[in-house]
């Protein structure tokens, strides 16, 4: 079976351990540990046992009006300036169509979905090295690196940045966009930073830095949704599937100038998001008590993986606002993902798919602390008894 370039292959880790999918403990797909919330779940009950059940025996409405109006309330946007997608990878796809023939400035490392789709667009990528400007894209473009004519010329970001966890301040984006003809900026991740709902309480924002000082904190929000209407060239893109724990769903959004509708919608198929995707999304984003659990959870789980791998003799956490870490390991990070396989039945994400990174990182999704701990006491283990192995095929 071939090795996954995503996280969450469950199949393809039970098959390496020898055990049902069900008995992996998956740490390499960053999602919500803590979900999906039974919201969502009895508001697909519900769906589902209607006299009519019209989410599966209907066509969806094409133009998704009761999800996007629900979006609009949550991010304070005018419903015209919402487009729903199949997951982020869909509306990745067109972001990069609108690329094609352009130059795409794209910060290294990068997910691995970013130039498959700019790639197949026809557009072409130019790389920026974000390991040696510290995270910071400002460092790389300005004041001096940006000529002066942007026609022709695009740029896409990840905020918070995948797989490093860093974000990048809000205030160090908005110099860099009218630079650029065109600007995509994936807040995939942004859910899991305290302030970026309305209903997310103000201590909060306190308990999203680390007590060893590991992470800074921020101001409230980060997202750049309310400076898009005095920005129309950029386009900010969202999912809804990692917060919420719906990958099997599919179910994302992105916020622009509705121009680009007009022309998204002449490339997609139709019912690209499915009844009960949108059912549950809608359930989901009214479930204000899930989202404080959440964020309360959160920076304390964070803390724990972050002192837990500190901890470990020649391991190198780099800090992180996301509901991940990357590590820098002593030895092979594909040995180190066997073994755990093999003998505790861990899935862990390599790194094989950032080319920057290579064979010495791990990219650890946060859980619960029981389920942390456990990964924790399996890596001691490894290391105690370690043993060269060959790499997993």
């Given at each position: ?14 098959a ?23 919201s ?7 769906a ?7 989410a ?20 304070s ?139 800074a ?45 007009r ?10 998001v ?75 994400r ?30 001691w ?7 060269p ?5």
């Amino acid at each position: 079976m071939q090795r996954p370039r995503h996280g969450g292959h469950r199949a393809w880790a039970a098959a390496i351990a020898g055990c049902p999918a069900e008995a992996i403990v998956d740490f390499s797909a960053s999602l919500n540990p803590l979900g999906p919330p039974q919201s969502v779940v009895q508001a697909l009950v519900r769906a589902l046992a209607a006299p009519d059940p019209v989410a599966i025996s209907c066509y969806p409405d094409p133009d998704y009006r009761e999800l996007r109006a629900c979006l609009a309330q949550r991010w304070s946007v005018d419903p015209e300036w919402i487009f729903v997608g199949n997951g982020a990878a869909e509306l990745l796809t067109w972001a990069a169509r609108e690329a094609q023939g352009l130059e795409v400035w794209l910060p290294r490392p990068a997910f691995g979905d970013y130039e498959r789709a700019l790639r197949a667009a026809g557009a072409v990528i130019k790389p920026l090295d974000w390991l040696s400007c510290s995270g910071s894209p400002t460092a790389a473009l300005l004041p001096e690196g940006i000529p002066g004519n942007k026609r022709g010329r695009v740029l896409w970001l990840n905020n918070p940045h995948n797989p490093t966890g860093q974000l990048i301040p809000r205030e160090a984006i908005l110099p860099l966009l009218p630079h650029f003809e065109q600007v995509v900026v994936d807040e995939a991740f942004m859910d899991f930073l305290p302030g970026d709902a309305p209903q997310d309480p103000i201590d909060l924002c306190a308990a999203a830095a680390c007590p060893s000082g590991s992470v800074a904190p921020l101001p409230r929000s980060q997202t750049l949704i309310p400076y898009l209407e005095a920005h129309p060239n950029t386009l900010v893109i969202r999912s809804l599937t990692k917060f919420f724990t719906l990958p099997g769903l599919r179910i994302g959004f992105a916020v622009g100038h509705p121009e680009r509708w007009r022309r998204w919608r002449q490339w997609r198929d139709p019912w690209s998001v499915n009844g009960l995707a949108a059912v549950a999304a809608a359930a989901a984003l009214a479930d204000a008590d899930f989202r404080q659990r959440t964020l309360m959870w959160l920076p304390r789980a964070r803390e724990h993986l972050l002192r837990g791998l500190q901890a470990l003799p020649g391991w190198d956490p780099w800090p992180s606002q996301a509901n991940f870490v990357l590590v820098r390991c002593p030895l092979s990070a594909t040995q180190l993902q066997e073994q755990l396989l093999r003998q505790y039945r861990i899935l862990v994400r390599d790194c094989l798919s950032f080319p920057e990174l290579g064979d010495r990182y791990l990219r650890i999704g946060l859980r619960t602390l029981p389920e942390q701990e456990r990964l924790l006491s399996a890596c001691w283990e490894i290391l105690e008894n370690l043993s060269p192995i060959a790499p997993i095929d």
